[in-house]
């Protein structure tokens, strides 16, 4: 079993302990009891426990950002691009991200990670809102509003219909795109006409 192991999956284990036990439990022993295998496959692929911390964080960076983003830029449209971001970030479980989070609260590695991330991911929306014809000051300010929504409903641990993700994701878009800078004395007249006709349970 041991040969079998590769540094993948020990890397994907722990993404999964991780997100269900939280990073006191990303220790070589713990892990290894779990998957029934000897402490010497852990430090076959990896130096120390600081080598394997570092390539678990980097693999979370990759994973749950730039791949993605990657994904989402397959989309030709721009408009298109922010509503499958939104859909992504509001269907989907966010206990790895509440895990991280709380991680970094000890780890300065795990902090450093979760700050540049952050940035990455509001730049990222910025950008989209910029290409799609919001004047740069606004697509600023909405893409931190719609990133500090996304992390409060990660950080509320809940599970959101799938009926109602739809109408958060319509909202969220809508509220992000209605009022450009060129159209700023119609766009609150649009928007309220839009929320007559969108309205959340």
Same mark, same amino acid.
């Given at each position: ?17 991780? &997100? ?74 966010? &206990?790895?991200?509440?895990r991280m989070r709380a991680w970094a609260d000890a780890n300065p ?71 450009? &800078?060129?159209?700023? &004395? ?9 929320n007559r006709e969108i309205k959340l349970p």
């Amino acid at each position: 079993m041991t040969e079998r192991l590769t540094t993948q999956d020990w890397i994907d284990f722990a993404m999964t302990t991780l &997100a269900r036990d939280g990073a006191d439990a990303l220790k070589a022993d713990i892990l290894a009891r779990k998957l029934g295998v000897s402490r010497g496959s852990f430090y076959w692929h990896f130096t120390d426990l600081g080598d394997f911390h570092a390539r678990v964080i980097e693999h979370w960076r990759q994973t749950t950002t730039e791949a993605i983003i990657a994904d989402i830029e397959r989309h030709e449209s721009r408009e298109r691009r922010l509503e499958a971001l939104l859909r992504r970030a509001f269907a989907h479980g966010a &206990a790895l991200e509440v895990r991280m989070r709380a991680w970094a609260d000890a780890n300065p590695l795990a902090a450093r990670a979760v700050a540049e991330v952050d940035r990455r991911r509001r730049d990222y929306l910025e950008q989209l809102l910029a290409e799609a014809g919001v004047a740069p000051t606004v697509a600023a300010a909405r893409a931190q509003l719609l990133y500090w929504t996304y992390l409060g409903a990660a950080l509320s641990r809940t599970r959101t219909p799938a009926e109602r993700v739809e109408r958060i994701v319509a909202e969220l878009k809508l509220l992000a795109l209605g009022g450009r &800078a060129q159209n700023a &004395a119609a766009a609150p007249t649009k928007r309220a006409r839009a929320n007559r006709e969108i309205k959340l349970p």
